[in-house]
């Protein structure tokens, strides 16, 4: 045991320039830890211990040993207290309604959006119900079209409101969370038409901004919608303007599927992309005139310009989380060109990854967020490990040699960044994308070297108006782009799906890939134990037999065969379809609905299919669920309340049952 922990110290030291890389770690383990608990901690608790921390590391400033082990709880309690703060300040910020309410509904509006249906959905601010001020935001679909509407007007409407849902079942996403730091109070649905009235005050600087920059967004959209045929407008408007809703859900399946969704998305790879093609064109310009290359030093300015155009794009975009996420990094890495530091390294990802805890903490348990930084995390210890050898595999000049190096590196980069993001690929969303490497591939360079070129190119040009050039070759990018994933999505089990793993599983494959991307002694390897572990943990997920949301009225239980069968009652359309989606079950056919309908209305049973008797009144199912057609429910004889459990999953294992609620898995928290 001794001889184990001289090695361990002996290796701890040995990496001493990696320390600061986990600094970052630390920060977002005490965020995490925050998002874990289930009561909502006494913010005095933190502040005693941030405090006691802190005089300790003074008391102990001569010791080492001690100073390492302090700063360790320090930068977990800085990430707790960090994030503990913004929540605390968005419950000032917000009026959540008790139950759902009809109310008179004034405000101006923020935002002008569109559904995945389609519908025109508002956001207010400077809410009021008559003289009552409402607190936050409030996101508003509407029933009839109403196209004229623009940012900056207030409106009046009759509306229903209500709280933003609980998750669909125990430990699914937390729809609630998310709201609640985009500082929402409430969603709902108008009840009638919208009416155009006189604002109150005057919006401040910061609204009329945002207004400035929602018409200019507007526009662009308008633009490209006039210019470009529906699907290509759709996928352009997305990468320019961050509004997909003109995507069609067949091409959103087809990326999906594909393994191309994060395309839709504006995330890191298109504001480095756009940061990339700013740098390139300053420093080729600069060199194309011999007075400013011989006193200007070009890669600074190049990268000031970067960060201008990053940033005009950013609020192009919308300015949604994975953008702000993804600038504050393109940001970081160009503060690094222009101080002459190395752009890309471990150090400079996770300060990086720092600074945006530090300005959004909640940005920690956002998909994009984490799938974007294991890319680039297991990219970095990849290249960091083989790139001398790839060098030289590759050293020399010629076009077939540069090729073969560009489609190499390609690829090898594409299957390194999809093994990273796997696994959160399929705890948030059940799917293995089978064929990514080949999409990428395929798709790699016309998203590089057609569309985003023209993107930037249609954006300087567009006051000019002579943007319809670049945009017609954006436009045919794009239907490219449709073909390739649309072709891939038709493979066979072109994307996979599985079940979510359990948390304790997911955590495991983190910390093992840290441990094996940080650390670069040979005890890094000890990393892939966790990380198997972590993969095998997807055999210990169990399907419920049973589903049933808050009203009771939504009910789905499992067949014979292990899919999830949804029955034919009232509930919430959106309920079900995710009950299908986390549990990896179709949709019964035709035929089968037709049989579930009478086995529901108790007119026959078939028990080699269902385990599952109905009268007219009632339902049993494998002799331990009750439940009727009112939405009461009782499991192994004892009524629940649904609307207290706010939904749950029932597992029956020899004629007994656990139920596991929604309440339970996300507790009594401040956003809940």
């Not at 699914?172 to 108008?190: L, P, T, W």
């Not at 609020?315 to 890495?333: H, K």
Request: aromatic share 12%; hydrophobic share 50%.
């Amino acid at each position: 045991m001794r001889h184990f922990i001289e090695y361990m110290k002996a290796c701890f030291f040995a990496e001493r320039e990696r320390w600061v890389v986990w600094l970052s770690v630390l920060f977002g383990a005490g965020i995490g830890f925050y998002f874990l608990l289930k009561q909502e901690p006494s913010p005095w608790l933190i502040l005693v211990v941030v405090e006691v921390l802190l005089y300790l590391l003074y008391r102990w400033r001569y010791f080492p040993e001690r100073m390492l082990s302090l700063t360790v709880l320090l930068m977990m309690a800085l990430g707790f207290s960090d994030i503990q703060l913004q929540a605390l300040y968005q419950a000032k910020h917000l009026q959540n309604p008790t139950e759902n309410e009809t109310i008179y509904l004034k405000g101006r509006i923020l935002e002008v959006g569109k559904n995945a249906k389609g519908k025109v959905r508002l956001l207010l601010t400077d809410a009021a119900d008559f003289d009552n001020l409402r607190k936050g935001l409030f996101r508003v679909t509407l029933t009839s079209k109403e196209s004229s509407l623009k940012e900056g007007q207030c409106v009046a409407l009759a509306a229903t409101l209500m709280r933003p849902s609980l998750p669909a079942l125990p430990n699914g996403y937390q729809f609630d969370r998310k709201a609640y730091f985009e500082n929402i109070s409430a969603v709902g649905y108008a009840n009638s038409s919208v009416f155009l009235v006189d604002c109150e005050k005057e919006p401040d600087l910061k609204d009329r901004i945002i207004y400035f920059i929602n018409y200019v967004r507007g526009k662009i959209a308008a633009r490209i919608n006039r210019i470009l045929p529906p699907d290509e407008a759709g996928m352009t408007t997305a990468i320019v303007a961050g509004d997909r809703s003109g995507i069609s859900e067949e091409i959103t399946e087809n990326y999906r599927d594909s393994g191309l969704a994060h395309f839709i998305s504006i995330s890191g790879l298109h504001m480095s992309m756009v940061a990339a093609m700013a740098f390139f064109f300053v420093r080729l310009l600069i060199a194309l005139v011999p007075y400013w290359a011989l006193r200007c030093d070009s890669k600074k300015i190049a990268a000031a310009f970067a960060i201008v155009m990053s940033f005009v794009y950013l609020l192009i975009s919308g300015a949604e989380i994975p953008a702000q996420r993804a600038f504050i990094t393109t940001l970081v890495v160009l503060i690094g060109v222009m101080c002459s530091r190395r752009a890309i390294s471990m150090r400079m990802v996770s300060f990086a990854a720092l600074v945006v805890l530090l300005i959004s903490p909640q940005a920690l348990i956002s998909v994009s967020f984490q799938m974007s930084f294991a890319a680039v995390v297991v990219l970095i210890a990849f290249y960091e490990r083989y790139a001398a050898a790839i060098h030289r595999f590759f050293a020399g000049r010629g076009f077939f040699r540069v090729m073969a190096a560009y489609f190499v590196g390609l690829v090898l980069s594409d299957l390194v960044a999809s093994l990273a993001t796997l696994p959160f690929s399929i705890y948030h969303f059940n799917q293995i994308a089978v064929y990514t490497t080949l999409t990428n591939l395929l798709a790699g360079p016309v998203i590089g070297f057609i569309i985003m070129p023209f993107v930037l190119a249609a954006l300087f040009l567009m006051p000019l108006g002579l943007d319809v050039l670049p945009l017609k070759i954006v436009g045919f990018g794009m239907s490219v782009i449709n073909d390739i994933t649309a072709y891939v999505a038709g493979l066979p089990n072109a994307g996979y799906h599985v079940l979510s793993m359990p948390f304790w599983g997911l955590m495991l494959m983190i910390a093992g890939g840290l441990w094996l991307c940080i650390w670069q002694q040979k005890w890094r390897q000890w990393g892939v134990l966790p990380v198997i572990i972590g993969m095998l943990s997807i055999f210990t997920v169990q399907k419920p037999d049973m589903l049933y949301d808050a009203t009771g009225k939504a009910v789905a239980v499992q067949d014979n065969a292990g899919n999830v069968v949804i029955m034919p009652g009232r509930g919430n359309r959106w309920i079900k379809d995710i009950w299908l989606e986390k549990t990896v079950s179709l949709p019964i056919d035709k035929a089968e609905a037709k049989d579930l309908k009478k086995i529901y209305a108790g007119e026959k049973t078939d028990f080699d299919w269902l385990a599952l008797k109905c009268t007219r009144e009632e339902c049993v199912y494998k002799d331990v669920v009750h439940w009727n057609k009112k939405g009461e429910i009782s499991i192994g004889g004892v009524k629940r309340n649904t609307q207290n459990d706010g939904g749950g999953a029932v597992f029956i294992q020899d004629g007994k049952a656990e139920v596991r609620t929604v309440r339970d898995s996300v507790g009594q928290r401040l956003w809940n």
